[in-house]
């Protein structure tokens, strides 16, 4: 699976992962089994690792479907970390299409920066 995601209770932290080719039926996905798993919660942070993600079928259509469907609160923060043009591209489109839902989105190219914004330690 291109998508999955851990849940950090202890840091109030949803890490998702993209690995492989992501298409927009795995944001989808992904987005759904979040919202449903039973310790899933809206106030946590989402981190988005997208370092693994070696190509994208994701389209602008796409992350405008679903836009304004995630399951986050308006004041959740969430961070993408990319380490390519491409990827920081499709996280740069998801943040610009978020002008629907006030929520905090921000692109890095670094972890640590991620997570200092974030204000979680560390990653084990």
């Known amino acids: ?3 999955h995601f851990e849940i950090d209770a202890a840091r109030r932290l949803v890490l ?17 089994d979040l919202a449903r798993h039973p310790d899933f919660d809206p106030t946590y942070a989402q981190l988005w690792d997208l370092r693994g993600a070696a190509n994208s ?4 259509a796409g992350l405008r479907g679903l836009r304004g469907q995630g399951p986050w609160n308006s004041a959740t923060r969430r961070a993408f970390v990319c380490d ?6 499709m996280a740069r489109m998801a943040e610009a299409l978020n002008d629907q839902r006030p929520s905090e989105i921000r692109v890095f190219r670094e972890m640590s920066e991620a997570l200092d914004w974030l204000e979680v330690d560390c990653l084990d």
């Open 16 to 32: 998702s992962t993209l690995s492989g080719t992501v298409k927009d039926d795995d944001l989808r996905v992904h987005m759904n």
């Open 1 to 3: 699976m291109p998508a």
């Open 84 to 89: 390519s043009d491409l990827s920081f591209g």
């Open 57 to 60: 079928d994701v389209t602008g």
